[in-house]
Antibody
C-alpha cells in the first residue's frame, strides 16, 4: 500500500533553515509528481510546491517562492523541501502528497501524516 | 489570483442531506476535487473531477457542477461524516497553480 512518511520538522528561529523529507513506498515513485501542502494551526490547507516526476519542472506558491526549494531523489524514493529564511507565518504542519491518478489537473490521492514546523524565537 | 470560496460552516441532523458549495470563476474550465479532513488526520480525497467517487468512498458522497459553483452532497449524513471539507482546483496549462477553498466545517447535530 502507498505510504508517505515525512520527517525533519521541529522548532527553528525566524530567519533559520530546515529541510523536510518524505519517504515514499508502495508505488513507483519515479513515475509521479509530488507536492508539499501545509496547514497552519487551526487554519485551512495551503498548497506549497510541486515537482514533476523527473524533477524537470518545479512550481511554488507565491508565499514561499525564492525561500523554499522542492527536490527529489528517485533513487532513494524521497521528496525534500528545503526551507530558508523562515518566518513565523511558515509555522504549520507540512504534508507531502502524491499527485493523483484521477486525471484532470493536479490533485492529491495520497497524503502523509505530516510534520510540524514551528518558527519561533 | 485564483480563489475558491466555501461557506465556513454547515450543520445538519443525522439522516439529512448536507450540501457544501464551492465557488470560483475558473471552475467552468477546471475540475474540482473534494477532501475530507478529520481532527488530527491527513485529508482524504472523496470526490475527483467534479463528480467521480474514488473506490472505498461511501455512495452517500456525491459531487456536481453548475457554472462557477461545484457542490459536495452527503446524503443520509452520519455522525462519522463530521469533519472539515475542502474543495480544490488547479491549472497547468498556463501559469501553474493549485488552490484550495477555505474549508467548511460540517457539524452533525
Amino acid at each position: 500500500q502507498v505510504q508517505l512518511v515525512e520527517s525533519g520538522g521541529g522548532v527553528v528561529q525566524p530567519g533559520g533553515s530546515l529541510r523536510l523529507s518524505c519517504a515514499a513506498s508502495g508505488f513507483t515513485f519515479s513515475s509521479y509528481g509530488m507536492h508539499w501542502v501545509r496547514q497552519a494551526p487551526g487554519k485551512g490547507l495551503e498548497w506549497v510546491a510541486f515537482i514533476r516526476y523527473d524533477g524537470s519542472n518545479k512550481y511554488y506558491a507565491d508565499s514561499v517562492k525564492g525561500r523554499f526549494t522542492i527536490s527529489r531523489d528517485n533513487s532513494k524514493n524521497t521528496l525534500y523541501l528545503q526551507m530558508n529564511s523562515l518566518r513565523a507565518e511558515d509555522t504549520a504542519v507540512y504534508y507531502c502528497a502524491k499527485d493523483g491518478d484521477y486525471g484532470g489537473n493536479s490533485n492529491f490521492d495520497y497524503w502523509g501524516q505530516g510534520t510540524l514546523v514551528t518558527v519561533s524565537s | 489570483s485564483y480563489e475558491l470560496t466555501q461557506p465556513p460552516s454547515v450543520s445538519v441532523s443525522p439522516g439529512q442531506t448536507a450540501r457544501i458549495t464551492c465557488s470560483g470563476d475558473a471552475l467552468p474550465k477546471q475540475y474540482a476535487y473534494w477532501y475530507q479532513q478529520k481532527p488530527g488526520q491527513a485529508p482524504v480525497l472523496v470526490i475527483y473531477k467534479d463528480s467521480e467517487r474514488p473506490s472505498g468512498i461511501p455512495e452517500r458522497f456525491s459531487g456536481s457542477s453548475s457554472g462557477t459553483t461545484v457542490t459536495l452532497t452527503i446524503s443520509g449524513v452520519q455522525a462519522e461524516d463530521e469533519a472539515d471539507y475542502y474543495c480544490q482546483s488547479a491549472d497547468s496549462s498556463g501559469t501553474f497553480y493549485v488552490v484550495f477553498g477555505g474549508g467548511t466545517k460540517l457539524t452533525v447535530l
